[in-house]
């Protein structure tokens, strides 16, 4: 396991959205899931989680239904909502964007100025 | 997210936080579980993979708190959580809670108790189905006089001609009170008889007003059309209550209604006082059934001249009270030309039945609700300055706590939270002890004018839901006044400066506020100690004006043989041989009947017509008041004759008609000329000319303070009513020969109902023309400017020691290098007489530009009386410079060593 990145202010809800938009997911299963697309570089405090998701759902962007896990145990499970879409195309088009803008700033060359 | 969404989310976050909880705690540890199961897959130990799991999930508690903020449920529990903490810091100090709560009491206690009182006077409605339905029809004299009499040809007229305006259309005459004088009708039932205020109505009154019976059945549709044919009566529940205890087998029994035979068929249902405000009707009898008063005449049903009836009218569904009288209009012109009616305008008027309803004559329950509500609230509003100022001495010593809190990471918008929170609880206490307060007041009230008439006054001021929701609002009033400056106060302390400052806090700005708090007290209180000085001067005004006669010694006894049947003939036999009787006992000096009760009984007025004297069109005809008396009349009650002569026993029924007649009346109608041996007619009774056989001194009759009207006085044979009054002046106090006289009455008429025994004097001081009024307005106003007065007090008090306290160390060193007890007095009460003056200033203010809601209710004292200014001004000054003295004095008697230890 190499050395872990610090996530970003503000990212963890993008990731979530994401995570969400593959399919149901209860809370572990997220966190699983952004590890396992990450590889693993991401440094996620597991507590921060839930009220992030808590928030989230409060805004109508997932929604969380009990049903039962793999090992039998109730669980609850977050869906990605109409809204919810919608926030995580403009979400992904806005980062998109911001990294272009700062990886373009950050290869400027002294001779490009 | 709208501030509305997060309330609601709050709210029903609340609801079921139960669940909530649980599922955020299962889902949590789902995490946990899963995660260490996780781990042991991955060949960690049990133990181990558990304790790793918990570790880097974090802080559980942690992680719940801020689920439960993103979920917007803390704005609804932080408060209950104020409200909890506020509950606990009121108990943690007692005394300023107690303190508080007692201060808003008394001054919410006030004021729920007076507007219980306007409540019941100005706005609520009948108990029945629809009151805002229900009219009275009358054609307007003037602007504050109608006549809402018609004759029975009249009033089946006019409910021929509204079938589409009106559903329901009813005749009622109120018993005894349409008749010569007031007197009630009496109920005998089991050998007893009681006097019974009666309502005669006709059928169709009690479906009209959608009532049910309490018990048995009320007046049916088909009762009361022919005189004399429907003998049943139903009682009032508070008569039935009071009466007969409740006793449910006084249904069907035979009982007899001034002698004649009646069944009581039921009892009107409980809060039913009947159609008029003020006075209760007792006893509902058919219309027809009148006769059983009049001795059978059928008059008031037949006659188109002879007009008893008042007509309450429904309003049919979707009619309006304009629209209704826009079709009156035509029917009162047509009215007015087949029936005329002089000095009255031909338009025929729906009016609503509420309060006032048929009070005829100017209405001064507006103004004087005004009056009080005004006083109320003043000392409503010196109680919250009181509590405000505890409070801001309160603030002083929870700057730290405040501080300490701030730095904690409580919000500002919190902190003033919380303490609005404590004001509001501090409030609702007061409120609920002081609705308490009203209701003990209402009852002292209620006593008070219980012995005011001999009617059957309804003093009755139910709590009623209006009461509460006025208490209530007093309360968050309250609430808002007090607690807002001191909330923002001291929410706004800085936390170094506080928490450096050790125990000592004493910002000139805290001090400042308090001073000008206690200065609206001291203004306030003026304000309200001018008005009672007012009232109380007023009072004695009229106890010492000169009545025209001398109450002093003198017994009433009131009788009434018409209650238990008696014809004019056995009437008239019976009082001449009491009074035959009655003066000869031992101790009397004179003894007289007399009709109406100076100061004590409605008084009778009549248009009189006399020769030579024209009416001009549009003049209103001369009117004079009138009493039927028997001979010595004027010598019982010392009334000068001034000419003539007295009546004698020989003039009788059947002797020439005599009268004499007060000076206003013939200063008025015989100016400059002897009016004795001249006559005049009554317009009642045109066809007999009444000579006037004297002349007398001018005397209180309807109240104390009016101007004279025109009275003539006439013999009581030649104006019999049943109910009379004898009057007995007696060389001792009179009371003592009450047994003498009631021995003679039983031995004369056993069964013949006497229906008080009272002082003259008692009739000055209690009746409803007499001081009642003068009396309830001087207590109530002195109650309420004494309260102002000792809030005051305590402000200035309170002000003053703890500005004097504050400055102890200060006062030490001063003594220490030598300043004089003196120097030391001056500057610590410099600030209490300054906070005088500003509120002398105020209160001055206040009182003038109030004075104009007293003085209509003033009696030879004006509004702005100088004297009463001066004078309360002097008093509230003495009283507040003690307050001021008694601290300053302590700080002068200062050790100057323990002072400079004080630290």
Known sequence: MGQQLELLQGTL??????????????????????????????????????????????????????????????????????????????ETDKWKRMANVIAGILQTTPEEV | MTWWHSLRSGLSAVLRRKRLEDDMDAELHFHIDTYAEDLIRQGMAREDAR???????????????????????????????????????????????????????LGIGANTAIFSIV??????????????????????????????????PEFRQIREATRGVFSSVNAMILGGLSSANARSDGLTVDGVTMPAEALFVSGDFFPALGIRPYLGRLILSGEGNVPGSDPVVVLSYHYWRTRFHEDTSVINKPAFINGRPVTIVGVAPKGFLGPTPLIEMQAYLPLGMMTLENGGDTAFLTDARTRSLLIVARLAPSVSIKSADAALGPLGQHLAKQYPRPGVQPVLQARPLRPPGLVNGPNPFPELAALFLTLSGLVLALACLNVANLSLVRASARRREMAVRAALGGSRTRLILALLVETLLLALFGAAAGMAVGVLALHALRSLAATASEL??????????????????????????????????????????????????????????????????????????????LFVRSLRNAQHADLGFDPGNVLNVRLDPGEIGYTKAQGVAFYSQMLARIRVLRAVQSASLVTIVPLGDNVQGDDIIIPGHETSLGEQPPHASYNAVSPDYFKTMRISILYGRDFFDSDTDVSPRVALINETMAERFWHGIDPVGRSFKRADDPQNDIEIIGVVRDSRTEDTYSPYTPTFYVPISQGYSPAQTLQIRTAGAPQAIGPDVLSVVRDLAPTVPVLSIRTMSDVVNNGAGGLLLFNIGARLSAVLGLLGLALAVIGIYGVTAYAAGQRTQEIGLRMALGAQPATILWMVSRHGLAIIGAGLALGLAIAIAVSHLVGDFLVGVGATDPLTYLGVSLLLSLVALAACYLPARRSMRVDPMVALRHE
């Open chain 2, 456 to 533: 059957p006054l309804v003093f009755e001021f139910p709590f009623s839901g209006r009461v509460f929701v006025f208490g209530l609002g007093a309360a968050l009033v309250a609430a808002a006044t007090v607690g807002i400056i001191p909330a923002l106060r001291a929410s706004r302390a800085n936390l170094s400066a506080v928490l450096h400052e050790g125990g000592r806090s004493s910002t000139g700005r805290r001090q400042r506020l308090r001073t000008i708090l206690v200065a609206g007290q001291v203004g306030g209180s003026l304000a309200l100690l001018i008005a009672a000085g």
């Open chain 1, 13 to 90: 809800d993008l990731l979530i959205l994401k995570a969400v938009s593959l399919g149901p997911r209860h809370g572990y299963g997220v966190l699983l899931r952004i590890q396992q697309i990450s590889k693993n570089t991401l440094e996620i405090q597991q507590g921060s989680l839930y009220p992030a998701l808590y928030r989230l759902e409060q805004q109508g962007w997932i929604t969380g239904e009990w049903g039962e896990s793999e090992n039998k145990r109730k669980a609850k499970y977050y869906r990605l909502t109409a809204l919810g879409k919608r926030k995580l195309h403009a």
């Open chain 2, 51 to 105: 304790r790793q799991a918990c570790l880097e999930f974090g802080g559980l508690e942690r992680a719940k708190a801020e689920c439960r903020d993103a979920l917007g449920t803390n704005l609804v529990e932080s408060l209950l959580q104020d409200l909890r903490f506020g509950l606990r810091m009121l108990v943690k100090s007692p005394g300023f809670t107690a303190v508080s709560v007692i201060t808003l009491a």
């Open chain 2, 119 to 152: 409540d019941t006077l100005l706005f609520r409605p009948l108990p029945v189905r629809d009151p805002d339905g229900l009219t009275f029809l009358a054609f307007p004299r003037d602007a504050n006089h109608f006549e809402p009499e018609f004759s029975g």
